[in-house]
């Protein structure tokens, strides 16, 4: 066996899949011995009736209702240590993470923190710094997604931006793994169409950077290439229509495959959208949106094999320019801008966010590699809409 084919693989929890499945949350805090939990939420969500909801729920249940919703579309440290503060006065034994990616990204890494002794910066997805943690001092979670995009859900990990540095950061340890995630596809039957658009591009990033990464993977690579499938046929319908329960459950699994398939990879589309994202604030899947063309067109050379294969699989011509010319119709129908310009981002950053995208911890998984003359060229080419 050769040495590239030698790699680490994990999968994810138990999941809780289907409509009306968030009745479960009591039980489910019981049976995980949480008896205190505290959600974790954004500010939009904590004053929507479904979260109130389940508030109530857990109130009936004797599990109190404390809320936590002090995050900002891009979780801050200071977000984090605010929720830590919250968890610690209530005494609090186990977070509800409810949400998108920052709500989830956001309770996850409070619970994980709630017993830790060391910096937040200390446990960065770099080596084995995970290992500096104390497992007994990490809190159960509970994860219940409410946006089909992030796949946060299923992960062991939370993207957290430094504000001194204006860097996003991974936070990384096993134990952050959810204990259970609930997928409810009525919970995200309210998303807006903008937001629907952003994270189910978000999916498809996650799926297709994984697909394309030349890591060892075969299990999630097989995944990934299912999602892309489920992406196809079903973010343009739940886009169109927010109450295609079906569409909606299909993107949830498309989401959560993605997250799965990761582990194999990402690459440039996250690399050169992480700096836009921790500098302007941007959505993420929207920020992926928007680079995806012009990193296929990047990495053709390693990838056109690949990406004929996956066309076919998918029910397009099998040829790179099929492929390529769906994600450019796929971007148009979602009201997704074609280049960096149109999205508002200006090129003033260009070689700060050029010397930041290469750092990126995603940016070894591009099947080209990625430095700081090609970042540059590839942030021009987005702005210009050169392809």
Not at 100 to 115: E, R
Not at 200 to 220: I, K, V
Request: proline share 7%; hydrophobic share 45%; charged share 20%.
């Amino acid at each position: 066996m050769t040495t590239s084919h030698s790699a680490n693989w994990n999968y994810p929890t138990a999941i809780r899949f289907g409509a009306g499945k968030i009745s479960e949350l009591p039980k489910l805090c019981k049976n995980n011995g949480i008896m205190r939990p505290l959600l974790v939420t954004d500010p939009f969500l904590a004053t929507q009736p479904m979260t109130l909801a389940v508030l109530d729920a857990l109130q009936a249940a004797g599990l109190g209702r404390a809320m936590f919703s002090e995050i900002k579309p891009n979780p801050v440290e200071s977000n984090i240590y605010a929720g830590l503060e919250v968890m610690r006065a209530g005494k609090h034994d186990g977070v509800i993470a409810f949400g998108g990616g920052s709500g989830l990204d956001a309770g996850k890494v409070i619970a994980f923190m709630a017993g830790q002794t060391r910096p937040m910066w200390d446990f960065e997805d770099i080596g084995d710094w995970w290992t500096r943690a104390d497992p007994k001092g990490i809190a159960p979670v509970i994860a219940v997604p409410t946006t089909a995009g992030t796949g946060s859900e299923v992960g062991r990990a939370g993207v957290i931006t430094q504000e001194a540095t204006h860097t996003k950061k991974v936070i990384f340890h096993p134990g952050m793994m959810p204990k259970v995630t609930i997928c409810d596809p009525e919970l995200t039957v309210g998303m807006p169409p903008k937001i629907t658009a952003g994270t189910g591009m978000d999916a498809l990033a996650h799926c297709l950077e994984a697909y394309c990464s030349p890591f060892y993977h075969p299990m999630g690579e097989g995944i990934a290439v299912e999602g892309i499938r489920l992406v196809k046929e079903n973010l343009v319908r739940a886009f169109k229509d927010g109450t295609d329960i079906e569409a909606r459950a299909n993107m949830m699994s498309a989401a959560a495959m993605g997250a799965t398939a990761f582990q194999k990879g990402l690459g440039a589309i996250h690399a050169l959208s992480h700096p836009v994202g921790a500098l302007y604030d941007t959505h993420h899947g929207m920020t992926n949106a928007v680079f995806m063309p012009y990193v296929l067109q990047f990495n053709r050379a390693a990838i056109e094999a690949k990406i004929v294969r996956l066309a076919a699989y998918i029910g397009l011509a099998p040829t790179f320019e099929a492929f390529m010319a769906w994600i450019i119709d796929l971007r148009k129908q979602l009201g997704v801008p074609h280049t960096l310009k149109d999205f508002g981002v200006d090129n003033t950053k260009f070689e700060l966010m050029s010397a930041m995208a290469p750092e990126d911890p995603t940016a070894g998984g591009n099947p080209v590699p990625l430095d700081v003359k090609s970042a540059h060229a590839l942030y021009e080419a987005t702005y210009s809409g050169k392809l």
